[in-house]
């Protein structure tokens, strides 16, 4: 598979050859689906508290007498059949929402999704990715000089201090290390851009 490399006027400037295994695999969207709702799962933090019939404020009296009122019967106002009364089944803060994905399954699903934005042309290589200085400037004229639009992420083996610190402001960007790249965020930017080395480096660690 061959790699698109763009130059800093976002022309193609050559081809980087790639692996197969992971730029060339057939689209999975059972494997992504799960890859997906498996990664958002994980990130849950589980903060949400709800109260048994025993937790809620209450009073243990009976709101009225059992037989002649003409109304159901009834013996406390904490019952979950109650507006204000407490929940059957509440949610709680030790609650687990993670789920499993075995690593072979992942670094398929990955791998399905790199190649498919490699086929939705929304994959891009380039040499290496740096600034002279920490400007925010800088950094989006050198993003705007490439010809990217919209939200864009940017892969590199190891992430600059400066790059860091001029990127960091700009909504629309998001510079990573290759080792930190997560399904959700492949597909959630419209561009994707590596450097040699990212690639170098997603290589080694999946294939």
Do not use: C
């Not at 498996?38 to 933090?45: E, M, V």
């Not at 025993?54 to 009976?62: C, D, F, N």
């Not at 800088?138 to 993003?143: D, H, I, P, Q, T």
């Amino acid at each position: 598979m061959e790699l698109k490399i763009i130059n800093a006027e976002g022309q193609v400037a050559g081809a980087l050859t790639a692996s197969d295994a992971l730029f060339a695999r057939d689209y999975n969207e059972a494997l992504v689906h799960q890859l997906v709702t498996a990664y958002l799962a994980n990130a849950r933090s589980a903060n949400r508290a709800q109260k048994t019939r025993a937790e809620v404020k209450h009073s243990t009296k009976k709101p009225w007498r059992q037989k002649g009122t003409g109304r159901a019967r009834s013996g406390m106002t904490s019952s979950p059949l109650w507006r204000s009364g407490g929940r059957a089944f509440p949610n709680k803060p030790d609650e687990n929402f993670t789920q499993k994905v075995n690593r072979k399954m992942y670094r398929a699903g990955m791998a399905t999704i790199l190649s498919q934005l490699v086929r939705d042309e929304r994959l891009f290589v380039i040499d290496e990715l740096a600034v002279e200085t920490p400007k925010t400037k800088e950094f989006a004229g050198k993003v705007q000089k490439m010809g990217l639009e919209g939200d864009i992420l940017f892969l590199t083996r190891e992430l600059d201090e400066n790059v860091f610190l001029s990127s960091r402001n700009l909504a629309n960007v998001l510079v990573l290390e290759a080792h930190e790249i997560d399904p959700y965020s492949l597909l959630r930017f419209k561009k994707i851009v590596l450097t040699r080395d990212a690639v170098a480096h997603l290589e080694e660690q999946w294939v």
